[in-house]
């Protein structure tokens, strides 16, 4: 079956530490996108990629970095300079100009 | 630069009653609209979307939206609610004219909660 995957669904990590977010599509997409969710605030962009080894910064990148080495994976890493990384974190990816399809989320939590 | 306001961040209502989930948006730009689902602890569904032509768009689960560019408006509707629509639903824009490749821009979000 087609879709996105994101792995892990839960992660922990003490505070300082970098962390790398796994996001994987098998629907041959274009274009893939991070959001980050917090309570009440809807999801809020934070990078996204319209081709290989190319990518733009979303409203939130500050804190971020992301790679598109291949089509089907777009990782985001969660470095030590975001300042509040505590949230849960969605993939999504798309065909030129179509709707969004989204993976099943990551949640992590920082210590 | 577009922007969405979903105008109630929470909606109760009983079982088999009709339900409206409320969006506005602002753009300089023509648009496409989306409403998305999700369910606790997981990503989101898309219910349906407006590309252009009808503007009253039926999606999945019995949920139809309607367009309404005086207003610039893209209301959910449902005309009976069971408990399984419980979740957290989203409106969405993007330009239509491509310049900012499908990128979205989110609502905050409206919890609907079906009591029986």
């Known amino acids: 079956d087609g879709g996105i995957t994101q792995s892990p669904k839960y992660l922990f990590r003490k505070e300082g530490q970098n962390v790398t977010l796994s996001c994987e599509q098998n629907?041959?997409?274009?274009?893939m996108y991070w959001y980050r969710q917090d309570p009440g605030q809807g999801l809020r962009l934070i990078y996204y990629?319209?081709?290989?080894?190319?990518?733009q910064k979303g409203d939130i990148a500050e804190g971020y970095s992301v790679s598109r080495e291949k089509k089907e994976s777009f990782p985001l890493t969660v470095t030590s300079a975001q300042k509040n990384p505590t949230a849960f974190y969605l993939c999504?990816?798309?065909?030129?100009?179509?709707?969004?399809?989204f993976g099943p989320g990551t949640r992590l939590t920082v210590l | 630069a577009q922007s969405v306001t979903q105008l109630d961040s929470q909606v109760p209502v009983f079982e088999e009653a009709p339900v409206e989930l409320r969006c506005n948006y602002s753009s300089s730009v023509s648009v496409y609209l989306f409403w998305y689902v999700q369910y606790p602890n997981q990503g989101l569904q898309l219910l349906l979307k407006?590309?252009?032509?009808?503007?009253l768009v039926k999606g999945i689960n019995g949920f139809e939206a309607e367009f309404n560019k005086s207003q610039t408006s893209f209301h959910l509707r449902k005309p009976s609610v069971h408990i399984s629509d419980t979740a957290e639903y989203f409106c969405a824009v993007s330009d239509a004219g491509g310049t900012s490749y499908g990128k979205l821009t989110f609502g905050q979000g409206t919890i609907l909660t079906v009591h029986p």
């Open positions: 629907l041959n997409h274009d274009a």
């Open positions: 999504a990816s798309s065909t030129y100009m179509a709707e969004q399809y």
């Open positions: 407006y590309l252009s032509g009808s503007t």
């Open positions: 990629s319209q081709i290989v080894n190319d990518f």
